[in-house]
């Protein structure tokens, strides 16, 4: 399946994005589908996912911000960020698995070009 991120750009602190990944394929609904970010100098990390049957997870620093949602009918998936920080700034990423634990490792054979997200202070 290819993937494609799309939806950043600059916003200031306090400020509102939102994300979309949009997948071609027919297998979409049977996919894990996770959000990551990469910040300059940084490694990229796991930001948010969703399971098969809708069920998201967030990382600590997402919690309460960040909601993650998906369309099987459009093969998207959603990534709304409301109160963003400048710590958020990073080139944002998504990436699909059958299995949730490569979700959870990132052991991907590839990766899109991501989305950059800038949030100023």
């Known amino acids: 399946v290819q993937l494609q991120a799309s939806g950043g750009g600059l916003v200031q602190a306090g400020g509102s994005l939102r994300l979309s990944c949009a997948a071609s394929g027919s ?3 049977r996919l894990h589908i996770g959000w990551y970010r990469q910040a300059p100098g940084k490694q990229r990390e ?68 991501g989305t950059q997200v800038t949030v100023s202070s």
Do not use: H
């Open 27 to 29: 297998t979409f609904s």
């Open 46 to 113: 796991l930001v948010a996912a969703i399971n098969t049957g809708g069920s998201p997870n967030y990382r600590d620093t997402a919690r309460g911000r960040f909601t993650i949602s998906r369309d099987n009918a459009k093969n998207t998936v959603y990534l709304q960020m409301n109160s963003l920080k400048p710590e958020d700034t990073a080139v944002y990423y998504c990436n699909a698995d059958p299995s949730p634990f490569t979700i959870l490792k990132m052991d991907f054979s590839s990766w899109g070009q």
